[in-house]
């Protein structure tokens, strides 16, 4: 082995992907194509021509979002803080698109192209990009109400706007918590996110008093909270149904009786936690949930201990919004929110859904491996940002810890470079006496 290849191999973070997060991400993935089969073959032998139709599908799409996860993890993370700019403006046009063109489909305009793309997916990846980017730029001033919130919340409320015209509220939910969350840690003050929050709040309570396709979803939630085993709601109803079945140890795998037709609808899709619960009981809920706490932990981990400030916040907010879209699909299984056609994310059957996520966990294995490429010094110096943002952060006060830490100080370096004038005065001094 030279010597270059060896100070390569040193390098933090340069030479491997987080093999924890794999393994849980493969585990689900797993798990959620045996749950799709198992909730999908009796509507597709009733309305299909094979019992195979979903699960064949679902394992196209699977391949095709791990294709998206071994470029997104191939490619170094900074790439995405150079494009940030024009991934958004191709979201944003890609959102208002939908609301003119878009199919219509049980009531909302969410895909494009007949059903089969759904710009809302990906775009949640696109705009905790340009999110991070952007604060990652903004260091201290974010703190600044016409640096820091205002310009926040502008952006927050054009994507919540085009995104609740589809209507389409969940993924609204998802990216604006999401990217509160990625504000606050970067730096901003809890006065700030407290007011941001209370705007936030009646803007929702406006939507919800204002829409009859939102208002029906709250009073569906409000009746399975009394009683969802005789809500009105019928998939509020079927889903309780199906984990009261279940019981602690379940029915068996394969023995639902809600995934038939006429039960629960969207079985092997949106209501794919509940079949779970019907077939392997409480002991199966608790293992995906595990599964998730898990991924959430390794996420977190690779976000502690990325030096940069774009990749800890871009860690971060992947790690939350896949945690969080999980925690909304279950509490909807629950009763305890209302529906939303959320998926499940790396289990439930999906096209845009699991592309998106896949591509999302292959960005932070990215963020994993190419950790610390940012700051040393020989051969991968060329992959550095080259972006024009203010990326001096010495007086940050972020709220990650391992973000910055391998960044010089400036104290420091001021205090190696009065050493030899000193030096240099007394020996003039020794001289002239």
Not at 410 to 428: F, I
Request: aromatic share 10%; with cysteine.
């Amino acid at each position: 082995m030279t010597a270059s290849s060896q100070s390569l191999s040193r390098r933090p973070g340069a030479s491997h992907y987080d093999w924890g997060l794999i393994t849980v991400v493969t585990a689900l993935l797993l798990f959620g194509g045996v749950m799709v089969f198992s909730a999908s073959y009796p509507w597709a032998m009733t309305y299909q021509s094979t019992p195979f139709f979903y699960i064949l599908r679902h394992l196209q799409w699977t391949a095709v979002g791990l294709a998206a996860l071994f470029v997104t993890a191939s490619i170094p993370y900074t790439f995405w803080e150079r494009w940030s700019v024009p991934m958004l403006a191709v979201g944003l046009l890609a959102l208002m698109a939908v609301i003119f063109v878009g199919d219509d489909r049980f009531g909302a305009k969410r895909t494009l192209f007949g059903g089969s793309v759904q710009p809302s997916e990906p775009f949640k990846i696109v705009v905790l990009i340009y999110i991070s980017t952007w604060l990652a730029s903004k260091g201290a001033r974010i703190r600044d109400m016409n640096y820091g919130l205002i310009p926040f919340g502008i952006l927050m409320g054009i994507v919540a706007g085009l995104i609740v015209a589809q209507p389409n509220i969940s993924t609204t939910i998802l990216i604006i918590t999401t990217a509160t969350i990625v504000f606050f840690l970067a730096g901003a003050e809890i006065k700030q996110i407290l007011f941001g929050g209370i705007i936030g709040i009646a803007t929702f309570w406006l939507i919800i008093t204002r829409s009859s396709y939102a208002q029906e979803r709250v009073d569906a939630l409000m009746q399975g909270i009394q009683n969802p085993l005789i809500s009105t709601e019928h998939q509020i109803a079927q889903a309780s149904e199906a984990l009261v079945t279940g019981g602690p140890v379940g029915t068996g795998l394969g023995n639902s009786l809600e995934k038939f037709p006429g039960n629960l609808p969207l079985s092997w899709s949106d209501n794919i936690f509940a079949i779970v619960g019907e077939e392997l009981g409480l002991i199966g809920t608790l293992l995906v949930i595990l599964l998730f706490a898990l991924f959430t932990y390794r996420g977190l981990r690779i976000a502690s201990r990325t030096p940069d400030m774009f990749g800890s916040l871009l860690a971060v907010g992947l790690t939350c919004l896949i945690t969080l879209q999980a925690l909304l699909h279950i509490a909807v299984v629950v009763a305890v929110a209302p529906p939303t056609g959320i998926t499940l994310p790396f289990v439930s059957f999906g096209g845009s859904s699991m592309i998106t996520v896949l591509g999302g966990t292959g960005i932070l294995l990215s963020i994993s491996r190419f950790q610390g490429w940012q700051t040393s010094t020989g051969p991968s110096r060329k992959i550095t940002n080259n972006a024009t943002f203010d990326l001096r952060w010495g007086n940050r006060r972020t709220r990650l810890p391992g973000a910055g830490g391998s960044a010089p100080s400036r104290k420091g370096t001021a205090t190696k470079s009065k050493q030899p004038v000193r030096a240099k005065s007394g020996a003039r001094t020794a001289t002239r006496k």
